[in-house]
Structures are given as structure tokens and as C-alpha cells.
């Protein structure tokens, strides 16, 4: 019993830790690689990145097959063993992480073009308000200059001092009404150049954005060739 127990004893510390490792840090890397390939996102806006992860993940599934080779049985070649169950669980650490990081980034650039899209649409929707707000102004103007010109009419027909003297106190206020106008047209149209000029650089954005887009795909294209031609 006692010989029994030892050889079992002996069996247990001859097991390697590192090639448990190696399995689960591989199984993670292939999770990692299949959800993010799954991603549609990620071959439209990161493919470079995932065919990285790619790459090492198969060296990782090269490095595992070399390690379970026939070749590889011999007990004599133990640390050779554990040196490529090292190997696959760097590999395989590097292809989980590549894997990972094709997802955020695509996820980044996407989240960017929302927001970009969402500032191009708030910047609109501004300037269509400044619009809208500049033409009642302008009706506000007219209906006020019309009024002073009445009144002005008004105290050219007035028939004593007294009438005048209401008229003229009349023509006063509708001048400080105008002048008053006109000082907030004026600082409206100051507001329209501003949103403007936000909704232009909004525009010039989403046209870098799409250029970027447009970069991507036409990368993808190419690794895609480039894949069909090895």
C-alpha cells in the first residue's frame, strides 16, 4: 500500500502545471478570437487588429500541435515540453488580448461617429431655430419701423402742442423699440455665424470620419485579397 501510495504520489508531482495553463489560456483565446470575429463591427473597423490576433492565435494552435506530436512523448524532453506549454500560454495571452482589443477599438470608432453625427444633427437643428428666430425678428423690425413711420405721419397732420407732445413721446418709445430690435438682430445674426460655423466644422468632421470609414474598408479589401492569395 504504501508503494502504491508513492508511485501515486510520484504521479501527481510529475504533472506539469504549466500545460493546464496553456489549455486555459488557449481556450480563452479562442473565445476571445470567435466573439470578436463574430462582431460585425470589428471587420469594418478594426480588421487589422483582428487579423493579429489571429495570426497569433494560430501560432498558440501551432506551438499546441508541435507539443502533443509523437516527437514530443519522450520523458527526457519534460522541460522542452514545459517551455512550449510557456510558449502557447504567452501566445495564446497575446491572442486573447489582440482579440479584445479589435473589439473596443471598433466599438471607439463607432461611438465616435455617433456623437459626431449627433453634434452634426444638434448643430442643425440650432441653426434652423437661429433661422426661424432671425425672421420673425425681421418681421419684428418691419411691423416696428412701419409703426414709426406712422407715427411720424401722425405728427406731421397733429393739430396743437398738446397732440404733438403725446405724438412725439410716441415716436420716442417706438425709436427705442427699433434701436432695441435691431441691437437683438444684430446679436442674433452674430449667433447664426457661430452655429454656422459649428454645423461646417460638424460637417468637415463627418467627412473625416467617413474618409477614415472609407480608409478602413478599402484595408479590409486588401487583407481580404491578400488572404485569397496565399
Known sequence: LAIAVGVVLAGCAAVDPSEQVAKDRLEQARTAYAQAKANPIVESYSLKTLLDAEKTLQAAEQERTKVYSPSMSDPSKINERKQIFDDISRLAYMAERKSQTSVALAEGVVTRNEIVKLGKEKAEVQLLKSQLERKLLQQDLDAKASALERAKQQLASANNEAERAI??????????????????AKAREAEMARVEAEVQAREAEMARAEAADQARAAEMARAELAGLMK
Open 167 to 184: 405724438i412725439l413721446a410716441d415716436i420716442q418709445a417706438k425709436e427705442a423699440a427699433l434701436a432695441n430690435a435691431q441691437a437683438n
